[in-house]
């Protein structure tokens, strides 16, 4: 019984979800009279924080607020402390080789910005950047922008129907002429688990970096980026159980030394004369102006919680849920479910013969079950696959097994109930 199901920090999936605030509330859905429990299957958009993440943040603006790297004073030795902790967490959550290889940023989306700009910038119009089809928008369009301004051309590595990528092609697509391969780990649509391993193995045949795109990744599996020996990778702390406004670059440092700077401002320079500066070591040369210092307390705090539970665990708990969803949502009449059958995380975008996915999803919010319907800022993917929308139920650690079978529950209800033109 998955209540029973123990953790590596010995508690069971109802203990945990009872660290998880949010999720002991009641929602009040508008037109209703009662409230209702949430059964909340978004954690591919933001996951929840546990109520240490939020303490960690809230102890940060009480007791520790103050400005990094620049005071004397105890305050700030503390806060510099803190933040410089959490880089020390990131980097052993990921395995780097060094800390100053661990970059902090807003956000997955900032952390692609800063390499399409800053490696970038001395592309030119012989060189290409190769992503693939399936990529979020967020490593698409930064590339774009650096296609405008530098005449580089993009080249997608196809998928196929199942929401694979066609490996086969990887040959044919890795040229003299590729600059960069930019590939997202796992799909935030299809739940597609990509082989990242081979891929970097091609490009790194023919000298050629590669980024990989973690957001979806770090949340649900160990991340090694020696032994996976990427080049850059890139997630967000909010889809990590931390909090929103502090994400992370991680790049090797031969490549971080020799980009130029991203933003220019406070902390990233060395010396500052009217006419010209110098730049500050690594990573301080890419954290212009004062950090989410709140939000690294709060990251850190999120890693510890993690480490915790265990990625034996969390694996372990995630697969068997994402099998049995896996296996409910396909017995159900009139959906298609969308995405590979095995090697996959449980990010299930589905849609519903009779009904649009924004009615399925506002037809489940009435029942506190809380889903995406959209685009799933992956619209050329879409486009492939000839939908525009499709509704999305993703799953986390702190799901139970009842909670899919509501979801099913509702799914068929919502068939029914758009069938009968009511
Ligand atoms: C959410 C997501 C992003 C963007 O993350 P932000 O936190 O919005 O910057 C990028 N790639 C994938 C695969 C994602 O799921």
């Known amino acids: 019984m998955v209540n029973e199901w123990i953790f590596a920090n010995e508690k069971n999936v109802g203990e945990i979800r009872e660290e998880f605030p949010i999720l002991q509330n009641k929602i009040n859905l508008v037109g209703n009279d009662s409230p209702v429990d949430l059964i909340y299957l978004d ?3 933001t996951a929840q924080k546990p109520l240490q993440v939020i303490e960690a943040m809230s102890c940060y603006y009480r007791e520790q607020n103050s400005n990094v790297h620049r005071a004397l004073h105890t305050l700030g030795e503390t806060a510099t402390a803190l933040y410089e902790g959490t ?5 052993s959550f990921i395995n780097a080789e060094y800390r100053h290889e661990i970059i902090f940023t807003r956000n997955t989306t900032e952390s692609i910005n800063l390499v399409a700009s800053s490696f970038g910038s001395n592309l030119g119009p012989e060189d290409e950047i190769l ?10 369009v930064p590339w774009q922008l ?3 301004r530098t005449g580089c051309k993009l080249k997608f590595i196809p998928i196929n129907e199942h929401g694979e990528l066609e490996l086969d092609k990887l040959d044919e697509l890795l040229t003299k002429k590729t600059a960069l391969v930019g590939v997202v780990h796992i799909s935030n649509i299809f739940g597609t688990i990509n082989n990242i391993k081979l891929i970097i193995e091609k490009a790194h045949f023919l000298d050629i970096p590669v980024l990989i795109d973690g957001a979806q990744s770090t949340p649900h599996m160990p991340i090694d980026v020696q032994q996976l020996d990427c080049d850059f990778f890139v997630f967000s702390g ?3 159980y931390g909090p929103m406004g502090i994400g992370v670059l991680y790049g090797k440092e031969k490549f971080l030394e020799k980009m130029p700077p991203y933003m220019g401002g406070g902390d990233m320079i060395r010396s500052v004369k009217l006419t010209g500066s110098t ?3 690594l990573p301080w040369k890419f954290e212009a102006g004062t950090p ?4 690294a307390a709060g990251l850190g705090s999120a890693i510890d919680y993690i480490n915790e539970l265990s990625f034996d665990s969390i694996c372990s708990y995630e697969n068997m849920l994402t099998k049995y969803a896996g296996k409910l949502l396909s017995g159900i009449k009139n959906i298609k479910i969308y995405g590979p059958a095995e090697n996959r995380s449980g990010v299930f975008s589905f849609t519903h013969n009779d009904l649009h996915p924004h009615d399925m999803a506002q037809f489940l919010d009435r029942f506190g079950i809380a889903v995406r319907a959209g685009h799933h800022c992956a619209q050329p993917a879409m486009r492939k696959l000839k939908v525009s929308s499709m509704a ?5 650690f702190y799901n139970t097994r009842s909670e899919i079978e509501y979801l099913v529950e509702k799914i068929n209800a919502a068939g029914e109930y758009f069938n009968n033109g009511i």
């Open 392 to 396: 999305r139920a993703s799953l986390s």
């Open 131 to 140: 992503l693939t089809e399936m990529e979020h928008h967020s490593n698409l």
């Open 43 to 45: 954690t591919a958009a």
């Open 238 to 240: 909010h889809k990590l």
């Open 292 to 295: 989410n210092v709140g939000g």
């Open 87 to 91: 880089r020390a967490k990131v980097q």
């Open 279 to 281: 730049w500050n070591d």
């Open 146 to 148: 650096l296609s405008e």
